[in-house]
């Protein structure tokens, strides 16, 4: 579709449910209310940056594969469906918060190929917007997950979309922001640097469980 930029177009790759992954997450097993007790939360993202920072990066083995509604990648699927894999008796709620935030960022992954393969171009930067942005530990996920790419939030920006937020940045640059843009992104880029070959192992690790799921039964809905 059209961009801000005269010469440019915006590109679209579903990632299917996102956020509302996590959220589901929160309402239906972590804040619950049901016959176990009233766990209720006004705001069941209120604590999810504590969660996250709490629990290990891999979430303690656990692998969430977010297909709660059919899968938009790396394939499109309506039947397919989703889970919570690799649980020990050492698993925590913080674990299973942790890999639904985890799952979701690889199966984002799972869409940069696609996306690069088509515009011809790398992708090296992810501008996060919506309420995702707001929760620091769930940026530098996506950013440990998304083959080192930059992620770049605006707090003030977080209520809008992707299309938006291109209107903004097309009409204000400045000097000093760019610099701290800079600043910042060479700080995450030697970060990046000193954990490549964890982050790999991970990728592949997601890679070969949804290639076992994705052959099986127990990804698909009865019938």
């Not at 629990?55 to 499109?76: E, K, R």
Request: hydrophobic content about 45%.
């Amino acid at each position: 579709m059209p961009a801000p930029y005269g010469d440019r177009y915006v590109v679209c790759a579903e990632n299917g449910l996102g956020g509302k992954i996590v959220e589901t997450v929160l309402r239906n097993l972590i804040y619950a209310v049901d016959e176990l007790g009233n766990n209720h939360a006004a705001d069941p993202f209120a604590a999810l940056e504590i969660c996250l920072r709490a629990a290990p990066a891999g979430a303690g083995g656990v692998m969430f594969l977010p297909w709660l509604n059919g899968a938009s990648a790396p394939q499109g699927d309506a039947g397919m469906r989703g889970g919570f894999v690799n649980m020990s008796l050492e698993t925590t709620r913080r674990d299973l918060v942790r890999a639904a935030a985890e799952g979701v960022a690889h199966n984002l992954r799972a869409l940069i190929g696609p996306v690069e393969a088509f515009t011809r171009q790398r992708i090296d930067e992810i501008a996060l917007v919506g309420g995702a942005a707001r929760a620091q530990t769930w940026c530098q996920i996506l950013a440990d997950v998304l083959h080192g790419a930059w992620v770049a939030t605006d707090g003030d920006l977080a209520g809008l979309d992707a299309h938006a937020k291109l209107i903004v940045d097309a009409s204000r640059a400045t000097t000093d922001a760019r610099q701290g843009e800079r600043d910042a992104r060479a700080q995450h880029e030697a970060a990046q640097r000193a954990m490549q070959s964890a982050r790999q192992a991970l990728w592949a690790r997601w890679d070969r469980m949804v290639n076992r799921w994705q052959g099986g039964v127990l990804g698909r809905t009865p019938g």
